[in-house]
Antibody
Framework: EVQLVQSGAEVKKAGESLKISCKGS????????IGWVRQMPGKGLEWMGI????????RYNPSFQGQVTISADKSISTAYLQWSSLTASDSAMYYC??????????????WGQGTLVTVSS | DIQMTQSPSSLSASVGDRVTITCRAS??????LAWFQQKPGKAPKSLIY???SLQGGVPSKFSGSGSGTDFTLTISSLQPEDFATYYC?????????FGPGTKVDIK
């Protein structure tokens, strides 16, 4: 069964850096796009961007461009979301999600369990 | 960016009710529309892609329809496990955007 397993909850201080991860298993990691979705407390879902682990092609939501970096290490089937300097407004739940592309987009089929990031000022 | 709206923002329904949620895109997206279910404290679950195709393992009480700018998600007979928040998402063009969600709770 396809699984996306995310790293554990993080508590950080404003200004610190952070890298969270999403490990895919039971499928060909390099042939599906992996995206990140933010959910702030009590709010809706926000699409942040996606990466194709096969060649690291990355697309960002302009709202998040420059604020985060999406990367992947295909040798260990893991995608990452990182911040160089956290702010309190980065406190949220972050989900990774597998995106399907087969000569056209077919949307998201699988989700990770989420990583809660808490940033104190 | 393509803006997605949903109506209603919340609804109260009883077990056994037929429920319909509407999603509208600010411009035509063909059938590049997905629906997700999220229960409190849980990750979203994928229900429908391509506006009307069920993801694997999703029960047939869920159905989707629409094309262009107007879409609907219908739950044919609401069960206790269906009380949740439902989101639509367009994936026609970047950034892929979600609707604000529709919360379905118990009447």
């Amino acid at each position: 069964e396809v699984q996306l397993v995310q790293s554990g909850a993080e508590v950080k201080k404003a200004g610190e850096s952070l890298k969270i991860s999403c490990k895919g298993s039971e499928y060909s990691f390099t042939t599906y796009w992996i995206g990140w979705v933010r959910q702030m407390p009590g709010k809706g879902l926000e699409w942040m961007g996606i990466i194709y682990p096969g060649d690291s092609d990355t697309r960002y939501n302009p709202s998040f461009q420059g604020q985060v970096t999406i990367s992947a290490d295909k040798s260990i089937s893991t995608a990452y979301l990182q911040w160089s300097s956290l702010t309190a407004s980065d406190s949220a739940m972050y989900y990774c999600a597998r995106h399907v592309y087969r000569s056209g987009w077919y949307g998201i089929d699988y989700w990770g369990q989420g990583t809660l990031v808490t940033v104190s000022s | 960016d393509i803006q997605m709206t949903q109506s209603p923002s919340s609804l109260s329904a009883s077990v056994g009710d037929r429920v319909t949620i509407t999603c509208r895109a600010s411009q035509g997206i063909s059938n590049y529309l997905a629906w997700f279910q999220q229960k409190p404290g849980k990750a979203p679950k994928s229900l429908i892609y391509a506006a009307s195709s069920l993801q694997g393992g999703v029960p047939s009480k869920f159905s989707g329809s629409g094309s262009g700018t107007d879409f609907t998600l219908t739950i044919s007979s609401l069960q206790p496990e269906d009380f949740a928040t439902y989101y639509c998402q367009q994936y026609k063009s970047y950034p892929f955007t979600f609707g604000p969600g529709t919360k379905v709770d118990i009447k």
